[in-house]
């Protein structure tokens, strides 16, 4: 079993920052891809970057510039840098961690920004 757990939301202006990390344990396999997913209110969930066990990462439009995503593979951890943030960022943030058709779930942490 492999377990995730998300900190580092909380309320912030637009404008501001936030650090997101996600720490794994259990079984973990490698090599392995680790995703960030938000979903706001009355969305769908959408996935925001991915960063696989090689450091390669990927970033959704809508944050891109913004966002820095990295990961910290002796800690097992992944971070979630968050810059300039806007309201429409307000969002449920879960962590993901997949392998072929295997993937586990964080249980989620709130960012919500004020304007």
């Known amino acids: 079993q492999v377990q995730l757990v998300e900190s580092g939301g909380g309320l912030v202006q637009a404008g501001g920052s936030l650090r997101l990390s996600c720490a794994a344990s259990?079984?973990?396999?490698?090599?392995?891809?680790m995703r960030w997913y938000r979903q706001a209110p009355g969305k769908t969930r959408e996935v925001i970057a991915g960063?696989?066990?090689?450091?390669?990462?990927n970033y959704a439009d809508s944050v891109i510039g913004r966002f820095t995503i990295s990961r910290d593979n002796a800690k097992n951890t992944m971070y979630l840098q968050m810059n300039s943030l806007k309201p429409e960022d307000t969002a449920d943030y879960y962590c993901?961690?997949?392998?072929?058709?295997?993937?586990?779930w964080g249980q989620g942490t709130q960012v919500t920004v004020s304007s």
């Open positions: 993901n961690l997949s392998w072929g058709s295997t993937n586990y």
């Open positions: 960063i696989t066990s090689f450091g390669r990462a």
């Open positions: 259990g079984n973990i396999f490698s090599p392995n891809t």
